[in-house]
Each structure stands twice: as C-alpha cells, then as structure tokens.
C-alpha cells in the first residue's frame, strides 16, 4: 500500500503521471502531488493522454476494419455490432436534431464510442494497471491513473471543443449580427427602443451565463460520475488489504455488485454527454426571429 496508509494509498491511485518544468527549470516527471501542482499550467498529464490518444486509435481501427469487411450478405459478428450501433446513433440525432448538417452524426457516434472505451477501463481492478506501469518503468512509486474521464482536464478539453462547435455554428447559421441579437434581445423585449437598449445588460448577463454553463455542466457532471465510481472501487480495494478473510469476501462481493452497475454508469454518461452535444448543436441550428 504507497505510502504505507490507506490515505497514502487512496492519494496515489488517484494522482496523475504529471510531465513538466521543475523548479530547478528541468523538465520531469513529477513525483509527488505538490510537485505536479508546483508544475502549474503547462504541465501535462502523460497518463490521461495516453490513454485518451489510444482509445481513440482503438475507436478508428475497429470501425476500419468493420467497413473494409463489410459485405451486402451475411455480415459477421464485427459487422453486425457496429451497424446496430451506427443506427441506433442515427436514430437519435434523427430524434432531437432538427437541422441539416452532415457533421453531427459523425460527431454523436464518435463521442460516444470515445467517452464509452475511455470510461470503460475503470471496470479493470484498480491496482493492474498502476501495479504494470510500475514494473514497465522499473518505478514502485510511480503514479498512473488509467481512467481519462476521472481527469478533469479531459472532460473539459471535450466540452470546450463541444463549445466550440457551438460558438460557430451559432455564427455560421445566424450570423454575427443574430448571434450577437440572441444574446442581448432575449430572453426580455420590447417595442420601445430605449426600453430594449436598457434591457441589454440583463439579457446578455442572462444569456452569457446560459451559454457559459453548457461546457461547464458536460464537463462536471461526465468527471463528477466517474470520479465518484472510480472512489468507490478505491475504497472497496483497501478492504482486500485488512488481511482479514471474511473482509476480503466482502470486497470480492462488494466490487462484483459495483461493476456490474457501474457499467450501466459508463455507458449512460457516454450517452447523456452526445445527447447534450446533439441538443446544444441543433438549437443553434435553429433560425432566430
């Protein structure tokens, strides 16, 4: 157990393999909590975008290889399972998306598939994996946090590209100057000039922090989600080292009841962050008036 005591332990399972400049002016590895945050902004979590690079890759060539294999008649197992996957995909953006755009489906079925594979390796036991990098750099104490999602950074590097996309799209379809009239006009108006010029900083204020929130909520709650299941795993894992049986037996039950509903978590939050990105984008699809 690191650092000998369960809060040791707890703290080094959920502190990232930080790379940055050190104080002497060196670039590193920072090999401790304090040190990774004295690395400050341009320090870079080598574990989480590792992780987020490969799944990624994992993503695009499973799917290549279902469409170099795919045939008109009796598809195999690969083909099968990704076609249900692109309809059901297709089928909700049909549902909530209202514009033309051949961007968003794409977009959906990428967002999914990525956040799913990305928050699916927390089902892996909790100590594999760090326990591997370990003997991989020859470094015990070495800090290795498997679980992209559980990164703060990486959900909100995903929901500032969603935002993006929104901030364009808004542009693009209703143009500077009603993009601009949506967030001073609305949600208050009147017929009186004067009056509507009064009312500008309250609506924009409104509408600002209206527009703000869609990056911060899909970044919160999809980390929120998987910080909390990955905390618990944590926790059920220190039972395993009381060096009791029947604690032990507890645990084993305890982690089985936990995975098995943790994978309706991870593939609910891969879910609820592409259906908000698909709502986001269609209302800015929309044509003010």
């Not at 332990?9 to 920072?30: C, E, K, M, V």
Request: proline content about 3%.
């Amino acid at each position: 157990m690191a650092a000998g005591t369960t809060s040791g332990y707890i703290q080094h399972h959920l502190q990232n393999l930080t790379f940055g400049r050190l104080q002497n002016g060196d670039w590193g590895f920072a090999h401790s909590a304090e040190q990774a945050k004295e690395m400050g902004f341009w320090a870079f979590h080598v574990d989480t975008l590792g992780w987020s690079v490969a799944l990624g890759l994992l993503f695009l060539l499973v799917f290549r290889m279902a469409a170099r294999k795919v045939t008109s008649g009796q598809p195999g197992a690969l083909q099968n399972f990704v076609e249900v996957l692109v309809e059901f995909v297709d089928t909700s953006v049909k549902d909530t998306f209202h514009g033309r755009n051949p961007l968003i489906a794409p977009l959906a079925l990428t967002i999914f598939v990525w956040i799913f594979l990305m928050n699916a390796i927390d089902l892996i036991p909790v100590d594999w994996l760090p326990h591997l990098a370990a003997k991989l750099s020859g470094n015990e104490h070495i800090a290795f946090r498997a679980v992209p999602t559980t990164d703060p950074n990486a959900t909100l590097g995903m929901s500032l590209s969603v935002f993006a996309l929104i901030l364009f799209y808004g542009i693009k379809v209703k143009g500077i100057k009603g993009f601009l009239g949506e967030l001073t006009l609305h949600p208050f108006s009147s017929k009186n000039l004067g009056v509507q010029i009064l009312l500008i900083p309250v609506n924009f204020l409104l509408e600002f922090v209206t527009l703000i929130a869609k990056p911060i909520s899909l970044a919160l709650r999809l980390f929120g989600n998987m910080y909390a299941g990955e905390l618990v795993f944590i926790l059920i894992a220190v039972m395993f080292s009381a060096g009791m049986l029947w604690l032990s037996a507890l645990g084993v039950a305890l982690q089985w009841a936990w995975a098995v509903f943790h994978i309706l978590i991870i593939t609910l939050q891969a879910f609820i962050f592409m259906m908000l990105t698909i709502v986001y984008l269609s209302m800015v699809h929309e044509d003010c008036h």
